[in-house]
């Protein structure tokens, strides 16, 4: 109770600091703050997409289920011009998938095929082991020096509240296969992208776009890595892998939108969202149903103001995160209107606090964002002093095309725990942090749809250097 | 660097305290218990035994290899009168396993079958679910009342720093199957005997003694058995599972045994021990590689001394702890020497901190215990209240044999979130708090083996109700 206290003894005050103009948006913004700490739809979003839905691969029938459970969700909500738009997107099918240390004993080891690995012969690979503990040894190995091998990389991944471990561990998943294979191997497997200790492995995409994984490319829970490190050491290791895949180059996926129309200017857009596509493995649970319960339960809170905002809130459930495609396909529907869309943002690294505020440069001195970073400061939240917010891979799209966008960054410490994983399950949403999560978005994007803040302006006057 | 100067301290103040006939053995336990804590040769052990054997389940060729290990072991570290007792010990071997939700939509489960468990037939078995939140709701069906069900128990297990949760839910596990089966089920899946937030499921064995399993039974990751109950709270809920396993009857196992002979009254014995058998998912790193480790570091490290104490400290590494046999195997082996064993003790429940000494009643007020108290008092380890130590399931058969049996108990509070699973693995052991077992065990082990303390008769002359 002594947060709530606080924050309404903060409501007042706030009021009092900001300009008139601001000042009833400020008091409305901290309402709905309060009220969102308290609100369950979120949880209930998430729970309900996780439990009747399950894991929702691209191209599965549990996406097509997906698909009409979000039309019907965004009705039930209240949202209005509910669209699903279709887009191509050949999808990836798990097969049965194995692996088994062949020497110097037996042993099970527990593996998970990585996105859109190719399969090996129906009666699986075996050969020995060329180990490398991080990927630039295997990088330095001459062109044909793996030739025959299962190369095996066990470079781990550093666990940081801004999840910058991902991107630097990540490449052994992401261009592992393609140059493992140039070298000669004729299978690949990774150390998971992981900060677990936990045996459970940690799939997800390799070689996007035109890259054409050759070998068959698998991630190794974490003591299994470890244990190979070791094994390696003292002599040779032999590994049988088997995976089992298919591919349906003629699939769809959809983005799916409704909106809390503007009261004013309802032309001009802001555009949040998640993504409603998840791997086959767990539920998809922080990755990423949590993200599409945020903002749609925050638009929700907004449209049952007894005024809606200037601005229309349009939230998009993205279809095609995980293996790529809807970020483009939004944009590709949506080029026309694309200057109207004034801001967008994402919602996508699990549901634990948000910690900061990014904003795109040249806006800090603005009176709604001053506004703003007042009223999530009672939630523990900053504004960063990075130059630029990270957009979230379904935004990227939007953003490359010249879209301002915001970032309500999520402490990721824990997220890399269970990410693209069978652990990806509601058991590990808190729903007090999933609340915070809420509140920050609620009182954040009612306080941009209700401003005449033009964020493309600021930034143009903005000098080159960061500066806000 | 602070722990150190305050034990140098505290084996100073100790040798004051204590009477002179016990001073001297009051330093060289403490210069043990400070040699012990930087000490690497329990990591050695348990690394090795992880590594270069894996996983060593009952009747596997792995145990066999365990089996000439320990030998190896024991002599590389300087013990005399190694044995190899072999006893008869039917062994189950698991098979290809997976499950699947049915209805409302296809899902894969993760489970893993509990030891001694049957198969289904080769093409699977597919039914309804009946779902209990308690083992107790399920009895309370009458019989015949689950006619044709997969039952499902989902009963979770408290975390507690005795592990007292594991005896109440694990009834789950233990009498499960045989009750539902009376009740006419065909299957019975239960939440993983568990106190994580993991998918991974935890195996152990049913039916002890001559209970007669009669359907097919496994476990479930924690993540899944909730998924269920949600389910089956909002209609019918399907699931298929496959379980294959075969039974060798005329399997055996072995207790293998090592000395620290006494250079007084060496045939007194104390005997010490943990498992070297594990479950054959994971790499029984916690369960029980440490145990084996802890206990054999402790008497080499007693072993390494310029003269041995009066008594003789016995390593056992007992063979078939997971589903039962080498207590009782231990027993008969040594029937006509039980009176000569002066007391016993196993370490079985990790490598987590010691934090509580159990020692039999009436013996509080003997000088050995007043010394070893004082000893184990800078390791923040307390002498436990409660009328009667923990035994250990190995030397149950020992202790039921009237030989005193000791407890120094570890922190369970973490241990039942690896148990008798896939992620039992060396990476969940601390290196810090193993030492700190191993110092525990050497100083309260020497001083034991040094004294003439008489368990028998202290715990004979003791008044009846509890009093140490």
Same mark, same amino acid.
């Given at each position: 109770?002594?947060?709530?206290?606080?924050?309404?003894?903060?409501?007042?005050?706030?009021?009092?600091?900001?300009?008139?103009?601001?000042?009833?948006?400020?008091?409305?913004?901290?309402?709905?703050?309060?009220?969102?700490?308290?609100?369950?739809?979120?949880?209930?979003?998430?729970?309900?997409?996780?439990?009747?839905?399950?894991?929702?691969?691209?191209?599965?029938?549990?996406?097509?289920?997906?698909?009409?459970?979000?039309?019907?969700?965004?009705?039930?909500?209240?949202?209005?011009?509910?669209?699903?738009?279709?887009?191509?997107?050949?999808?990836?099918?798990?097969?049965?998938?194995?692996?088994?240390? &062949?020497?110097?004993? @037996? =042993?099970?080891?527990?593996?998970? *095929?990585? !996105?859109?690995? +190719? /399969?090996?012969?129906?009666?699986?690979?075996?050969?020995?082991?060329?180990?490398?503990?991080?990927?630039?040894?295997?990088?330095?190995?001459?062109?044909?020096?793996?030739?025959?091998?299962?190369? &095996?990389?066990?470079? @781990? =991944?550093?666990?940081?509240?801004? *999840?910058? !471990?991902?991107? +630097? /561990?990540?490449?052994?998943?992401?261009?592992?296969?393609?140059?493992?294979?140039?070298?000669?191997?004729?299978?690949?497997?990774?150390?998971?992208?992981?900060?677990?200790?936990?045996?459970?492995?940690?799939?997800?995409?390799?070689?996007?776009?035109?890259?054409?994984?050759?070998?068959?490319?698998? /991630?190794?829970?974490?003591?299994?890595?470890?244990?190979?490190?070791?094994?390696?050491?003292?002599?040779?290791?032999?590994?049988?892998?088997?995976?089992?895949?298919?591919?349906?180059?003629?699939?769809?996926?959809?983005?799916?939108?409704?909106?809390?129309?503007?009261?004013?200017?309802?032309?001009?857009v802001i555009v949040i969202g998640g993504h409603l596509d998840s791997w086959d493995v767990g539920?998809?649970?922080?990755?990423?149903?949590?993200?599409?319960?945020?903002?749609?339960?925050?638009?929700?809170?907004?449209?049952?103001?007894?005024?809606?905002?200037?601005?229309?809130?349009?939230?998009?459930?993205?279809?095609?995160?995980?293996?790529?495609?809807?970020?483009?396909?939004?944009?590709?529907?949506?080029?026309?209107?694309?200057?109207?869309?004034?801001?967008?943002?994402?919602?996508?690294?699990?549901?634990?606090?948000?910690?900061?505020?990014?904003?795109?440069?040249?806006?800090?001195?603005?009176?709604?964002?001053?506004?703003?970073?007042?009223?999530?400061?009672?939630?523990?939240?900053?504004?960063?002093?990075?130059?630029?917010?990270?957009?979230?891979?379904?935004?990227?799209?939007?953003?490359?095309?010249?879209?301002?966008?915001?970032?309500?960054?999520?402490?990721?410490?824990?997220?890399?725990?269970?990410?693209?994983?069978?652990?990806?399950?509601?058991?590990?949403?808190?729903?007090?942090?999933?609340?915070?999560?809420?509140?920050?978005?609620?009182?954040?994007?009612y306080l941009m749809a209700d401003s005449d803040i033009d964020f493309r302006v600021l930034s143009?006057?903005?000098?080159?250097?960061?500066?806000?």
């Open positions: 109770m002594r947060l709530f206290r606080t924050l309404l003894t903060a409501a007042a005050t706030t009021a009092l600091l900001v300009g008139s103009v601001h000042a009833q948006d400020a008091v409305t913004a901290e309402k709905l703050r309060d009220k969102a700490l308290l609100d369950r739809t979120a949880w209930d979003i998430t729970e309900d997409l996780t439990t009747t839905i399950g894991p929702r691969l691209v191209g599965s029938p549990a996406m097509a289920r997906a698909k009409d459970w979000s039309v019907a969700k965004f009705k039930a909500l209240g949202f209005t011009n509910v669209k699903v738009e279709e887009f191509a997107k050949p999808s990836w099918t798990r097969g049965e998938e194995s692996a088994q240390l &062949v020497a110097p004993y @037996p =042993m099970k080891l527990n593996i998970v *095929g990585l !996105g859109r690995t +190719v /399969a090996t012969p129906p009666e699986g690979l075996e050969a020995e082991v060329a180990l490398f503990r991080t990927y630039d040894e295997m990088i330095a190995a001459p062109e044909g020096s793996l030739k025959g091998k299962i190369v &095996v990389i066990t470079q @781990p =991944m550093v666990r940081a509240q801004d *999840g910058a !471990g991902y991107g +630097v /561990a990540g490449i052994s998943r992401r261009a592992g296969p393609v140059e493992a294979a140039k070298r000669g191997a004729i299978a690949l497997l990774i150390r998971s992208i992981s900060t677990s200790d936990s045996t459970v492995p940690h799939t997800g995409v390799t070689a996007f776009g035109d890259d054409v994984v050759s070998i068959p490319s698998a /991630a190794l829970g974490v003591p299994e890595a470890e244990q190979l490190e070791r094994l390696a050491a003292k002599g040779a290791v032999r590994i049988k892998l088997k995976l089992a895949s298919t591919v349906d180059p003629k699939a769809v996926a959809w983005n799916i939108s409704g909106e809390i129309r503007g009261s004013q200017t309802p032309d001009e539920t998809g649970a922080l990755d990423d149903a949590t993200g599409v319960a945020i903002t749609t339960a925050a638009a929700k809170l907004i449209g049952d103001l007894p005024k809606h905002p200037k601005r229309t809130i349009r939230v998009v459930m993205f279809g095609s995160e995980e293996s790529g495609g809807s970020a483009e396909a939004y944009v590709d529907a949506h080029k026309a209107e694309l200057p109207k869309i004034v801001l967008a943002g994402e919602s996508d690294t699990g549901a634990d606090r948000i910690y900061a505020l990014q904003i795109p440069k040249g806006s800090s001195g603005h009176p709604a964002i001053k506004t703003a970073v007042r009223v999530l400061t009672p939630l523990n939240i900053y504004l960063d002093r990075l130059p630029s917010p990270h957009a979230g891979s379904d935004i990227e799209g939007l953003e490359a095309a010249g879209v301002p966008v915001i970032g309500l960054k999520q402490d990721a410490s824990r997220y890399f725990d269970y990410h693209h994983t069978m652990d990806d399950t509601l058991n590990k949403v808190r729903p007090g942090e999933l609340a915070q999560n809420v509140a920050a978005w609620t009182s954040f994007i143009a006057a903005a000098p080159a250097a960061p500066s806000h």
